[in-house]
């Protein structure tokens, strides 16, 4: 154990780990979406990530970027990163629709029981990042450093970048418009109704199908956004880059309560912080394993997570 | 139904076997005739990564191999020699099958590999089995030769080499005030980065990742506050590109030293050439690229005018030594195994002298380490690490 590391670093910990918790938490949506209408883990969102990453760094090429090239300045930058963000959120959505189409809405045709289910959206995954994985030959792929990270100002001593309050700031405002979103508007209401009772839902007139397909698109949109800033902070993606921050993400849902949206975000902003100073303080390899067992022993008190499972009984 | 399918079945596998016999009869006679002229439709392996996360290092290694078959094949056009891949992808948990149907596989005779050290650990205990005589031209990790595995034969040397050299560099040429190190917990990583400990003395900090770890923010706050001037990172190209770029957005000014696992162009794809500039990279090895004879020349003929790649001129050799072998008549494993285990000749490409200890170990005269440079986007040659 090492203190010092911990103390000392204290505040640059939380920082970085705000930021890797503000992607964590825009994935974790996709999972509490999809869980609080469908009763349903996808675990392909994970790969609805990828496919973000992946479609991002195709539009930066094709602008006319790769890895060496220089930060532009900040008229192409913004138009860089507009167009990867359209094209992430839209492919992301597209790869989420495709999976509820192909792969869930067939089954709940046929009323499968949940284990059905549960191993399609892991079969899904499957198939997905190995398409990719066959695709690119398993490469990884370095992507150009659009924003130059500078820092802005310091608190305690630790810089805050440019990059990390964009990431931050795309995150809050995701966050709050997707929160309004559910709770104010019409098609919000409509997805917090069949949450709370789809047959009931049915019979006031709102169509099922139509509610199931937007959670899917908004957790798409949520997950190329996610992607975007990912691109942009880390720069890098492989076939299998979602498999871990799936996993995170999911844990992030669960552990904030699955099933409510504000609980993602502070699950995820937990669960990012929690591991960076696990990480101080025992070493890097022992961030996983912390992460993890934090989640265990909180579920251990709190079974249904911090916030409660609670999308259609928030402001119902 | 199922019965028809059965009787199908062994069917093909019976006549598979009587023409497969009658294959195999018909090259022994044919070696028979000509006293001590080689047998015929031998196979080596080339056991690395061949996609994945390290491909870039063994796809250079398996074009080496695959330049020494092809030329020998040219030379003995009715009697030629195959080569049979195994693209484990780095990956000790997809070594063990393909272990096995190399073992399984009569034909193979030889493998050059396996390219890394854990799957090393997994796959060389399957060929000991077999007696099927390997030559890694890459896995460095000190106690694979100390396994009391016969088979086992390395073509470079090993991480106490390496490591110390590295060491000795960050010390002697780098004059390092401050040394950070930390590997990725592979055998081969952490195997290294102790190495380095113990030539550096006290380090800066030390810490550990994982392979597969993308988001490096914990390790990189520690490194930018402990203030260091020079990492030492053990571990591979994909984690170091990364680790090095995070660090560098973070304002770190250092310069980061890492091994033969990074010694890549792919580390330079993974971190972009602003970056990755100025970097060092160590080998238990001779430039490629400054290879003898006319290695150079053929390998850009033969693959698309590329440069050779780290080790891609040890394989070449190494690959060389299995060919002699089975030229002289040796065409079952033991015979091969005995073979390579007495020989001490220079090769070609490396003009290392290939001449093995009874552990496996290239004889310690031979061994040499240089220090690369990142240099404008290229991995090129600095110099020859001096002995201590």
Redesign the interface.
């Known amino acids: 154990m090492n203190f010092d590391e911990l103390v000392g670093n204290f505040p640059a910990l939380t920082i970085t780990g705000l930021e890797q918790g503000a992607i964590y938490a825009l994935v974790a949506l996709g999972y509490t979406l999809v869980y609080g209408v469908l009763r349903l883990i996808n675990f392909a969102h994970s790969e609805v990530f990828m496919v973000g990453t992946f479609t991002a760094l195709w539009t930066w090429e094709a602008l006319g970027y790769n890895q060496n090239s220089p930060s532009p300045a900040f008229g192409p930058l913004l138009l860089a990163l507009l167009a990867g963000l359209a094209v992430a959120a839209i492919a992301s959505a597209a790869t989420a629709v495709t999976v509820e189409l192909v792969a869930y809405r067939p089954l709940r045709r046929r009323n499968a029981p949940p284990l059905a289910f549960l191993i399609t959206a892991i079969g899904a995954s499957f198939v997905l990042a190995e398409s990719f994985g066959i695709g690119t030959a398993r490469a990884p792929f370095g992507m150009p450093t659009l924003i130059k990270s500078e820092t802005v100002f310091t608190v305690f001593g630790a810089g805050v970048t440019n990059v990390q309050l964009l990431i931050l700031g795309v995150t809050l405002v995701m966050m709050v418009g997707l929160d309004q979103f559910v709770n104010r508007s019409r098609l919000g209401r409509g997805i917090r109704a069949v949450a709370q009772d789809a047959d009931t839902a049915a019979l006031m007139g709102v169509n099922k199908n139509r509610v199931i397909l937007l959670v899917f698109v908004l957790g798409g949109i949520m997950a190329g956004v996610a992607a975007l800033l990912w691109n942009v902070r880390y720069g890098y993606t492989k076939f299998n880059i979602g498999f871990l921050i799936g996993l995170k993400a999911f844990a992030a849902a669960v552990l904030g309560g699955i099933g409510n949206l504000r609980g993602a975000l502070l699950g995820g902003l937990l669960l990012g912080v929690a591991e960076n100073y696990a990480a101080g303080l025992f070493g890097g390899d022992w961030k996983d394993f912390t992460g993890f067992v934090l989640l265990v022993v909180l579920l251990m008190f709190r079974p249904t997570g911090l916030l409660g499972e609670s999308l259609g009984r928030a402001r119902a | 139904m199922r019965q028809k399918l059965a009787r199908v079945l062994s069917g093909v596998a019976i006549s598979a076997l009587v023409f497969g016999g009658a294959a195999a009869c018909k090259a022994d006679s044919g070696s028979e005739g000509g006293g001590s002229s080689a047998a015929c439709d031998l196979k080596l392996g080339f056991f690395g990564p061949l996609?994945?996360?390290a491909?870039g290092l063994g796809i250079h290694m398996r074009n080496g191999t695959k330049l020494a078959i092809d030329q020998y094949n040219k030379e003995n056009a009715d009697c030629k020699v195959n080569l049979e891949e195994y693209d484990s992808?780095g990956d000790p948990a997809k070594a063990a099958p393909l272990a096995q149907k190399a073992a399984s596989d009569t034909k193979v005779v030889g493998i050059v590999g396996p390219a890394f050290s854990g799957e090393s650990e997994v796959a060389d205990p399957i060929f000991n089995q077999v007696s099927l005589p390997i030559i890694t031209p890459s896995a460095t990790r000190p106690s694979l030769s100390t396994k009391g595995w016969k088979i086992f034969h390395r073509g470079v040397g090993n991480d106490t080499s390496q490591g110390p050299a590295a060491g000795r560099y960050i010390k002697n040429v780098m004059k390092a005030q401050k040394v950070y190190v930390?590997d990725d917990?592979s055998a081969y990583g952490a195997g290294l980065v102790d190495e380095v400990k113990k030539i550096i003395g006290t380090v800066a900090?030390e810490?550990?990742?994982?392979v597969?770890?993308?988001?490096?923010?914990?390790?990189?706050?520690?490194i930018?506050?402990s203030g260091a001037d020079v990492l030492f990172f053990g571990g591979y190209y994909?984690e170091a590109?990364?680790l090095l770029?995070?660090l560098k957005?973070?304002?770190w000014k250092g310069t980061m030293v890492a091994g033969d696992g990074v010694n890549d162009a792919?580390f330079i794809?993974?971190?972009?050439?602003?970056?990755a500039e100025g970097t060092i990279l160590t080998c238990p090895c001779a430039p490629a690229t400054a290879a003898k004879g006319t290695f150079v020349t053929d390998y850009k003929a033969a693959f698309e005018n590329a440069e050779p790649g780290t080790y891609a001129d040890v394989s070449y050799d190494i690959t060389k030594i299995f060919l002699e072998g089975i030229k002289s008549g040796k065409a079952s494993r033991e015979d091969l195994l005995a073979f390579v285990k007495a020989y001490n000749k220079a090769g070609g490409a490396t003009g290392v002298t290939y001449k093995f200890e009874g552990t496996g170990e290239l004889d310690p005269a031979q061994v040499l380490v240089w220090a690369f440079k990142v240099n404008a986007?290229k991995v090129v040659p600095d110099i020859e690490i001096p002995k201590a």
């Not at chain 2, 810490?207 to 994982?210: A, Y």
């Open positions: 996609t994945g996360d491909a992808q930390v917990q900090g810490d550990k990742v994982q597969k770890q993308t988001n490096f923010s914990a390790v990189v706050t520690k930018v506050g994909t590109g990364l770029k995070q957005g973070a304002g792919n794809s993974v971190a972009g050439q602003q970056v986007g």
